[in-house]
């Protein structure tokens, strides 16, 4: 039976971990970095909202155009080459912004250019990270890796935008040299792990069965598809995100600095409860926590849409971010080891359209509601969507609320 381990710090003991935890903190910092100063970058040349809409569609497009074809090359080819290659071409991409940075005449649409660059690599990338991970740790230690790896991408949409920001005073070329030499040595440290089992390199004949086998899989297990679309769809009714500017400005009325605070609240909670799992890892009741958790984020929304106190909305958020913790370190944990190995990069890919479709069209959905019946009732509406969403799935998926143990 294979020993489970008494702390999730123990995760740290494997070199290989440790080596792709620090490159998953340097684009993670790196791509917030990088976020910040292309928008800034359009804007200051345009002038436009629409202008600066547009990056978010160059950055967003490729990554749901591509998704498919991205879980394939990962299962096809050497998933640590794949992303050893995408991030040294992100670096090349930011040089090449660099340049649009230092060149005042220059249009605009090679900016959009970069930025779509940019994005196909992530598209790639992505699910080939994801399915890296299990490659290299034990497979009792995966959660904790899951989770130090979300915490890595949660401590950097703190910090990150801050040091684009303060980059961007510096000037705009300073952003994108940073972003770049960040992906650089990102490229570099994952190129020295070393890959514990498959690790991509399937020789399967490339078919349009292949090609949707990820979607195929997660339908044919209930527990998969129940943790996917769970968080689907509570994300898609309970982001509040999306309105928080509107919350700062004429609910709250602490103009921009509280609104920085309350964006810092989600991920600060998502770091505090990665730390208590640190030294209280998940044993037991794998999936009713998760569904439960899932409830909590939806009463830490209504409590957040109901306040009109600064603090009492920053516990809110802390709460939520908290709980929202919780569910993805069940989910990626339960999708990455219920799929087989020469799988997991078509898989993951579906998972990162869901994830990705979930944050884009919950903010689209927020939006929509609040402007129909305002943005209190928006917010509130959606939390209680979300634990309505949490009692349908344990009638619709009891083997997802029965899964106990995450190994």
Not at 376 to 401: C, E, K, Q
Request: hydrophobic content about 55%; charged content about 10%; overall charge positive.
């Amino acid at each position: 039976m294979t020993q489970l381990p008494t702390s999730n710090w123990e995760v740290f003991r494997f070199p290989d971990f440790v080596r792709f935890f620090g490159a998953r903190v340097v684009t993670g910092l790196a791509m917030q970095v990088h976020n910040v100063g292309v928008g800034w970058l359009v804007y200051d040349r345009t002038g436009s909202a629409l202008a600066l809409g547009l990056v978010g569609l160059a950055a967003f497009l490729p990554a749901l155009l591509l998704a498919l074809v991205a879980g394939v090359v990962a299962d096809r080819f050497d998933r640590r080459l794949v992303v050893t290659v995408c991030w040294a071409i992100i670096a090349v991409g930011e040089i090449g912004l660099l340049y649009c940075a230092v060149t005042p005449d220059i249009p605009v649409w090679p900016i959009y250019a970069f930025t779509v660059l940019v994005g196909a690599c992530r598209a790639f990338a992505n699910p080939a990270t994801q399915a890296l991970l299990p490659n290299l740790v034990p497979r009792s230690h995966f959660a904790a890796a899951v989770s130090f790896n979300a915490s890595a991408w949660q401590g950097s949409s703190i910090v990150g935008p801050a040091i684009g920001g303060f980059l961007y005073a510096l000037g705009p070329a300073a952003v994108f040299g940073v972003s770049s030499a960040c992906f650089a040595l990102g490229s570099l440290l994952v190129s020295t792990v070393s890959i514990r089992g498959h690790g991509g390199g399937t020789r399967e004949r490339p078919t349009l069965a292949t090609l949707f086998a990820g979607v195929s899989f997660i339908r044919s297990r209930p527990v998969v598809l129940g943790a996917i679309s769970l968080d689907l769809f509570a994300v898609l009714l309970g982001g509040a995100v999306a309105l928080l500017p509107i919350y700062a400005k004429d609910i709250l009325q602490v103009g921009p600095w509280g609104l920085g605070l309350l964006r810092s609240m989600p991920a600060t909670g998502a770091i505090g409860m990665t730390l208590l799992m640190a030294w209280f890892p998940l044993r037991r009741k794998a999936g009713q926590r998760m569904l439960m958790a899932v409830a909590v984020f939806g009463l830490g929304t209504i409590v957040f849409g109901l306040s009109t106190n600064l603090y009492l909305s920053m516990a809110a958020l802390f709460i939520v971010g908290a709980a929202d913790m919780i569910s993805v370190v069940v989910r990626q944990t339960l999708v990455q080891l219920e799929t087989p190995d020469e799988m997991r990069g078509r898989v993951s890919a579906v998972n990162s359209v869901f994830i990705g479709a979930s944050n884009e069209l919950g903010e689209f959905e927020s939006g929509l509601a609040a402007a129909a019946v305002g943005p209190v009732a928006a917010v509130v509406l959606g939390g209680i969507g979300t634990i309505a969403v949490v009692a349908l799935w344990i009638r619709i998926f009891p083997a997802l609320w029965k899964r106990d143990a995450l190994m």
